[in-house]
């Protein structure tokens, strides 16, 4: 039940918001990295989860710049003030009468 929205709604958060590890998080995923590259600042970490693919910036500051290799599992989390709820259906701009 989401305050100010009637029908159904989706959960999301950010893939800077998304942290990789062991578990021990209020909001957990667990899933299987399948990719990961380098582009700088961040490595973006591409992982197979029950729920679909999921997309994680790590920092690579705070990650010492030490991703785990794809096949690794782990579980993702963030903070409940990272999720964000959006209409689960978006409208097409077509109007049907």
Same mark, same amino acid.
């Given at each position: 039940?989401?305050? =100010? #929205?009637?029908?159904?709604?989706?959960? !999301?958060? /950010?893939? +800077?918001?998304?942290?990789? =590890?062991?578990? %021990?998080?209020? &909001?957990?995923?667990? %899933?299987?990295?399948?990719?990961?590259?380098?582009?700088?600042?961040?490595?973006? @970490?591409?992982? /197979?989860?029950? $729920?679909?693919?999921?997309? @994680?910036? $790590?920092? &690579?500051?705070?990650? =010492?710049? /030490? @991703?785990? *290799? *794809? =096949?690794? &599992? @782990?579980?993702?989390? #963030?903070?409940? +003030?990272?999720?964000?709820?959006?209409?689960?259906?978006? *409208?097409? !701009? +077509?109007?049907?009468?």
């Amino acid at each position: 039940d989401v305050d =100010g #929205w009637t029908g159904k709604v989706a959960a !999301g958060v /950010r893939p +800077e918001k998304i942290t990789l =590890g062991a578990g %021990g998080g209020v &909001n957990e995923l667990p %899933g299987t990295i399948s990719e990961s590259a380098y582009i700088g600042v961040a490595t973006q @970490v591409v992982v /197979r989860t029950g $729920a679909g693919i999921v997309h @994680v910036f $790590a920092q &690579n500051v705070d990650a =010492g710049g /030490r @991703v785990p *290799p *794809p =096949g690794t &599992n @782990v579980i993702l989390s #963030w903070a409940p +003030e990272s999720t964000f709820v959006v209409a689960a259906e978006q *409208p097409t !701009g +077509e109007e049907t009468t």
